[in-house]
């Protein structure tokens, strides 16, 4: 992908700068004025203060929060979040209780010096994602013309348009595409992420490893065809291995996760990975319950002898970890998207867990280690490793998207460097 324009190329000195971020962050469930989890907005701090030290004018910062679908709804109000801001940048942080309009830009239009302004959920704007949901369930689309005057009024908040959501960046949403604005930038979190991609997609050290997880082979297609493209070794793992297992080896999987659609593609995979001489790991034992909880029986069971029926596989087993490992401990480049296991219980997560230890000690040890965000990026935070890999993606979907080889509306509308 070619280089986009960031934030620090940028003169901002006397200019006011539109700031797309990510506060999109977890509220209490009684009480929607709490935040439980500030990790959102300490990630974005960087970028303003650097900002703010450079001499801008003004900060407009504008975001989502759930999944309000183009209606107010009180509770996904930005309100509580101004005050959090406030708090950690220690200055003033005036809130504006719309995105757009005539108050906002008005507000917006000859700040003093050094201003930090928040906007109300652009979400609450049905223009904001161009489809939405009113109050008694009616499937909302917007209109052509009001999404310009969306667009438009955005455009007059501000003279620098600077984009640090990545985790939305797969979005075409109208505060994701800075229309109207001439300098169009990445902040420091878009800037880390695309870096990040670019160093194991585009000129990777090799050998390259693709660790892939996850459920279900359909979901996964793109990804997969795309990596085998791209990598030497790729370790398939977590619920769609049985996938593979089933129509590779014919092995017997139980009660484990099928999928039907998925299964149809597994020949074309296998096909493919022979043609460009990429070796596919599977596991080759397991752990087994008779049930999807910690209250089944457990057991293990390997490839030869297949898994007995009224058992399902929740995790692989010793060696198959040890042949991860090995993968691992070969690679200079790796890529992982998707858990080994069901991680997120205690008895499952053996797999996930070992898998995690080889990837830290192959990158303090000099290989590059990219986490591709959702679950694999849970697992990082539930073992403490966010620091410890190369980069852990914030991005589910987005990271998603750019592994499977897909531009980012996002990333393409930014300026090119």
């Not at 009616?138 to 501000?158: G, H, M, Q, Y």
Request: overall charge negative; charged content about 30%; aromatic content about 6%.
């Amino acid at each position: 992908m070619p280089a986009k324009l960031k934030i620090e190329d940028v003169d901002v000195s006397g200019k006011r700068v539109f700031m797309r971020v990510d506060f999109n962050v977890p509220q209490d469930k009684k009480d929607p004025t709490i935040i439980t989890n500030t990790q959102r907005i300490d990630g974005a701090l960087p970028t303003i203060k650097s900002v703010l030290e450079r001499g801008a004018k003004s900060v407009v910062l504008a975001s989502h929060l759930g999944r309000p679908d183009g209606c107010v709804v009180e509770k996904f109000s930005l309100k509580p979040v101004a005050k959090i801001v406030e708090e950690k940048l220690g200055k003033p942080v005036t809130f504006l209780s719309d995105c757009c309009g005539a108050e906002v830009e008005a507000a917006c239009e000859d700040p003093a010096p050094g201003s930090v302004f928040l906007l109300e959920n652009l979400r609450f704007h049905v223009e904001e994602e161009g489809k939405g949901v009113d109050a008694e369930g009616t499937k909302l689309k917007a209109d052509k013309e009001k999404v310009t005057e969306f667009r438009a009024s955005i455009r007059k908040l501000a003279d620098v348009y600077c984009n640090d959501a990545f985790g939305t960046a797969h979005r075409a949403h109208s505060s994701m595409v800075g229309e109207g604005f001439d300098v169009k930038c990445s902040g420091g979190l878009m800037s880390k992420e695309l870096d990040a991609f670019a160093k194991v997609l585009d000129s990777p050290a090799k050998p390259v490893l693709a660790i892939l997880g996850g459920a279900k082979v359909s979901d996964k297609i793109q990804l997969i065809m795309n990596m085998l493209d791209k990598v030497n070794k790729m370790i398939i793992g977590g619920g769609m291995a049985y996938t593979f297992l089933k129509v590779n080896d014919g092995m017997a999987i139980g009660t484990s996760l099928y999928d039907e659609d998925g299964a149809k593609i597994v020949p074309d995979i296998m096909k493919k990975a022979q043609e460009l001489g990429v070796e596919i790991i599977l596991p080759v034992d397991f752990t087994i319950s008779s049930k999807f909880g910690e209250d089944g029986e457990v057991k293990t069971a390997t490839k030869e002898e297949g898994i007995p029926d009224g058992f399902m596989g929740l995790d692989c087993g010793e060696k198959s970890m040890a042949m991860n490992k090995k993968a691992v401990d070969e690679s200079k480049t790796i890529i992982w998207n998707g858990p080994m296991g069901v991680f997120e219980m205690s008895k499952f997560e053996v797999g996930t867990k070992a898998l995690m230890d080889a990837v830290v000690a192959a990158t303090s040890a000099g290989t590059i280690t990219v986490i591709g965000g959702g679950d694999t990026a849970t697992a990082c935070k539930k073992y403490d490793t966010e620091d410890k890999v190369t980069h852990c993606s914030t991005g589910g979907g987005a990271s998603l998207e750019l592994l499977e080889g897909k531009e980012l509306p996002g990333v393409v509308a930014l300026s090119d460097k």
